[in-house]
């Protein structure tokens, strides 16, 4: 490349001169990213003739352009060594700040994102030595302004540079760049294949797959059942099968193969290598669902540290793998955190997350306490995924939320209040549903949330009878409330839809389970009877004459319990109600018997 300098040359001695021109004759080396070398020779340049100095490099490590300006900024050429428009234009540039401050500017920021640059970086110069360097590169599309974020870096050692780590991030840029870019210009459904192993259960949980791919937004063009073998420690399913599976997917065209359990780091490294594809697992899947469904500030958090928990220890041997996972199914999350942090910053964000859970969490414990202490009953309606859970809280409490027939429609717990037929009032909590094989990772970031069904009062297992594999959900279900120390509050197992089931298969009503169908509103009166019997099992009737003196004996009543008759005479106001057994030796110490 030519050694012409650019920019404002006037008043610079012609030895001056020379020295900045020779800053064309470094070459770095590929995985380096700017050798102390390069910045040394730049910051005594500047410091000699007070001005910013820029020079552009090519990813070969080659000097593409060397510019100086005035001691507040440089004229940056605009430059493109890469012809293709849906990539990034191949250089970065790194120039001096004058004044020590290596922070970049508003100016610099927005040259990055009009140039397209591989990255933009300044090192701050004082007394002619390098201070600090900043590194910013593109980011993800803000969803506010339609813009990009940068991702800075900095400040940074001069003379210590994470050069290969530098170097990285301009692909991963890169590759962030061209996939949003891609995925603007086409928006194509990702053609995806399923693959699992032959379970001796008889349970299809490929089929449930499936659902959860389609929720997700794949189109699922195969589903590959493996026959039952050891598990491969390097692909899962083993090199030949791997073989078939690469051919297999050039044939359908796909894009995306989504295994049916949890794959190690280096099991998804050689899957990719060798199908071609991207390769996505279980758990990746549910935890992309999770994120498009989080809505509230709680929800998004408690995605991001399950996300982040279940990346962390992936992160080793992956290398570029992780950088490619720039666009679709299993890379979507509710932050601005992405797969390429390296773990530092991974197990900073989950401290951070944790803490600030940790108020949410303390927060709902100091409105339990409230609830606890008004005595409002909690019910907790628990059941797998999809099995109408969201559409029975609508009917019983007449509300609105989103309720769609599909896996984990709705995400974020919701509570209602409900009056019961016999005028007990009650909350209803509607949690979010559980599913086969649920990420270990998931439960623990949820697992504050999901302890309200722990305190619960009352449980309303929600089943969907319809289902040829119902009895293997309600295992599911009662294996996690077991994890939450819930198995043993009252349950009331409702077997919902009974509307597509005919006489002999709906199952039989008993006092601790009943048949509904909370679409077409069956049953729904007997259920509300339930519960109020349910909640009210433990309470005794009394019944007795309070004195208009110990009026404070009515308004405990009123406050804790449920008062059936109420009559007022001459003596007093003559009561029959409902109360729990300490509140009743409450009630004694306020009459004095």
């Known amino acids: 490349m030519a050694k012409k300098l650019n920019g404002n040359l006037s008043g610079i001695r012609n030895a001056v001169l020379e020295k900045i021109a020779s800053i064309y004759d470094i070459k770095l080396l590929q995985d380096e990213f700017a ?46 060594l890469v012809r293709n428009e849906d990539r990034l234009s191949g250089v970065r540039c790194l120039h001096t ?72 991030e ?46 997700a937004g794949a189109e699922v063009v195969k589903k590959v059942s493996v026959r039952r073998r050891p598990i491969d420690n390097a692909t899962y399913i083993g090199s030949g099968k791997a073989e078939e599976l690469s051919l297999l997917g050039s044939e359908l065209e796909a894009d995306l193969f989504i295994f049916d359990d949890e794959l190690s780091a280096i099991q998804l490294k050689n899957l990719e290598e060798t199908l071609g594809a991207r390769v996505i697992d279980r758990t990746t899947l549910i935890l992309d669902i999770f994120a498009a469904r989080a809505m509230s500030r709680e929800g998004k958090l408690q995605v991001e540290l ?22 679709g199914i299993g890379t979507r999350g509710p932050g601005e955190k992405k797969l390429e942090i390296d773990r530092r910053r991974i197990r900073r964000r989950i401290y951070e997350l944790e803490v600030e859970l940790g108020e949410i969490s303390k927060q709902r414990g100091l409105r339990r306490v409230t609830r606890q202490a008004n005595r409002i009953p909690l019910v907790a309606l628990v059941g797998y995924t999809n099995a109408g859970k969201s559409t029975l809280l609508n009917k019983l409490t007449e509300s609105d939320v989103l309720a769609e027939d599909m896996l984990f429609a709705t995400l974020d717990p919701v509570v209602r209040q409900i009056t019961l037929s016999g005028g007990t009032e009650a909350l209803l909590s509607d949690t979010v549903g559980f599913i086969n094989k649920l990420p270990h990772d998931l439960v623990e970031a949820f697992r504050s949330t999901l302890e309200e069904v722990s305190n619960a009062d009352l ?78 099992a433990s309470r005794r009737e009394i019944e007795l004459l309070v004195p208009y003196s110990k009026y404070e004996a009515i308004a405990l009543i009123r406050e804790r319990g449920m008062l059936l008759e109420e009559e007022h005479t001459e003596e007093g106001t003559r009561i029959r109600a409902l109360l729990d057994q300490a509140d009743i030796g409450a009630l004694k110490k306020i009459l004095d018997f």
């Open 459 to 536: 449980i309303l297992h929600v089943i969907d009878c319809s289902s040829p594999y119902h009895d293997k959900q309600i295992a599911v279900v009662e294996d996690v409330l077991a994890s939450l120390n819930a198995a043993d509050i009252p349950t009331i197992r409702v077997y919902n839809k009974i509307d597509k089931l005919t006489g002999a298969d709906i199952p039989a009503e008993t006092e601790t389970q009943l048949p509904i169908s909370a679409k077409g509103g069956v049953n729904l009166d007997k259920l509300l009877s339930m519960i109020e019997s349910a909640l009210n």
């Open 35 to 80: 050798s102390y070398e390069l910045i040394s020779l730049m910051a005594e340049c500047t410091g000699e003739i007070g001005r910013e100095i820029s020079v552009y490099i090519a990813r070969n490590g080659e000097i593409a352009d060397v510019s100086v300006g005035d001691s507040g900024k440089v004229s940056m050429p605009d430059m493109r």
């Open 170 to 215: 301009i692909y991963n840029s890169d590759d962030r760049f061209r996939s949003v870019t891609k995925a603007a210009a086409e928006d194509e459904v990702e053609r995806a294949i399923l693959v699992g192993m032959e379970n001796a259960e008889g349970y299809d949980t490929l089929e449930e797959l499936k659902e959860l791919a389609q929720t």
């Open 306 to 327: 399950a996300q982040l928990r279940y990346r962390l220890p992936r992160l080793l041997g992956q290398g570029r793998i992780l950088s490619r996972l720039g666009g």
């Open 97 to 168: 700040h004058p004044n020590g401050d290596g922070r970049l500017s508003g100016v610099d920021l927005g040259t990055l994102r009009s140039s397209k640059l591989d990255c933009m970086a300044a090192v701050g110069v004082s007394e002619g030595k390098p201070t600090q360097l900043y590194a910013a590169y593109l980011g993800d599309v803000n969803e506010d302004t339609g813009g990009r974020d940068a991702l800075i870096y900095g400040p940074l050692r001069p003379y210590k540079l994470p050069q290969r780590a530098l170097i990285a």
